[in-house]
Nanobody
Framework: VQLVESGGGSVQAGGSLKLSCAAS????????MGWFRQVPGMEHERVAT???????SYADSVKGRFTISRDNAKNTLYLQMNSLEPEDTGMYYC??????????????????WGQGTQVTVSS
């Protein structure tokens, strides 16, 4: 299983970024996928998830600003981030709710992680 994020960067508050996550090594379309973020000294925070059937879920702090989507033909996960705020700064990780034997992990709990992409929002 390999997850490779891209698209991070530095933007001013109010700006936009689109993150991508290229997945390989597993049947991507069968699993819930998610975006998580982490700042130093804090645990991973769930930002958004998308089930295999397309049902999405968002953290309250990003609702109405972020959109998660998936392209199963391209094995790629996306996170469109608009109206960015300094509080959105962090390392953003793509994750797959796939168990080590290919099992579906309930609750979209991540098991495999990408290496992360940094997002920095300045005021």
């Amino acid at each position: 299983v390999q997850l490779v994020e891209s698209g991070g960067g530095s933007v001013q508050a109010g700006g936009s970024l689109k993150l991508s996550c290229a997945a390989s090594g597993f049947t991507y379309s069968s699993y819930c996928m998610g975006w998580f973020r982490q700042v130093p000294g804090m645990e991973h925070e769930r930002v958004a998830t998308i089930e295999s059937d397309g049902i999405t879920s968002y953290a309250d702090s990003v609702k109405g600003r972020f959109t998660i989507s998936r392209d199963n033909a391209k094995n790629t996960l996306y996170l469109q981030m608009n109206s960015l705020e300094p509080e959105d700064t962090g390392m953003y990780y793509c994750a797959a709710a796939r168990g080590p034997s290919g099992t579906v992990v309930s609750g979209c709990v991540p098991f495999y992680w990408g290496q992360g992409t940094q997002v920095t929002v300045s005021s």
